[in-house]
């Protein structure tokens, strides 16, 4: 069975610094690896994913995050944060073998707050 | 435009009254799910579909029933309420056509059971 560990349950940071937000996940195989957003009071936003090829995907706002098979990891980072970025981040696996369709496996998130 | 829609969004209810949650998707999608929201334990599947008539159990399917008659609806049942179920309900819908193993998620369900 898959499983995602956010070892980071709260995180501050400055606006304008640097962000990185971890993700470690279990899984036998390669997976499907997504990051979501949620602000406060709403839905889930899909900030990137990662299904094969180039280890470090792009995704909106400027977030980036970096799939590393040896650390079974897929972090998020964003090289200078904003204050609208304060908001709840999840990490997400699915299996590759029935694809994500069917189920996703997600972290307990992690809380960024942002000061002025 | 690319929709799940989710009814209630927000719901105050009583221990024991049977409540349904409706869902609708309108991009002819094959799967649906149900995920609850709890704080500090993320997203958990409740139950999910893979088509119409099919139907199975996620990781905490104890209180709920769904049912798939319909391709594009995937209603949630609390036949007894209880407190323990006042949580925060999405729900999901994915495709496995063309690879696009992407899921789309509704705005979110807020029920409280008092």
């Known amino acids: 069975a898959q499983s995602v560990t956010q070892p980071d349950i709260h995180i501050t940071v400055s606006e304008g610094a640097s962000l990185e937000l971890r993700c470690n996940y279990s899984?036998?195989?390669?997976?499907?690896l997504f990051w979501y957003v949620q602000s406060p009071g709403q839905g889930l936003q899909l900030l990137l994913k990662?299904?094969?090829?180039?280890?470090l995907v792009q995704g909106i706002k400027g977030f980036e995050a970096e799939f590393k098979r040896s650390q079974s990891s897929f972090n998020l980072r964003k090289p200078s944060v904003h204050w609208s970025d304060a908001a709840e981040y999840f990490c997400?696996?699915?299996?590759?073998?029935?694809?994500?369709?069917?189920?996703?496996?997600f972290g307990t998130g992690t809380r960024l707050q942002v000061t002025l | 435009e690319a929709q799940v829609t989710q009814n209630p969004r927000y719901l105050i209810t009583v221990t024991g009254k049977k409540l349904t949650v409706t869902c609708s998707q309108n991009?002819?999608?094959?799967?649906m799910s149900w995920y609850r929201q709890d704080p500090g334990l993320g997203l958990r599947q409740i139950y999910y579909?893979?088509?119409?008539?099919?139907?199975d159990k996620g990781d905490v399917p104890e209180g709920y029933k769904v049912s798939r008659k319909e391709k594009r609806n995937f209603p949630l049942i609390l036949e007894s309420p209880s407190p323990n179920q006042t949580s925060l309900y999405f729900c999901?819908?994915?495709?496995?056509?063309?690879?696009?193993?992407?899921?789309?998620f509704g705005e979110g369900s807020w029920l409280t059971v008092v």
């Open positions: 899984y036998g195989a390669t997976p499907y």
């Open positions: 579909s893979m088509n119409v008539e099919v139907t």
């Open positions: 990662y299904f094969s090829g180039d280890t």
């Open positions: 997400a696996v699915g299996a590759r073998d029935t694809g994500t369709a069917s189920k996703l496996t």
């Open positions: 991009m002819n999608h094959e799967y």
């Open positions: 999901a819908s994915s495709t496995r056509q063309g690879g696009e193993n992407t899921i789309y």
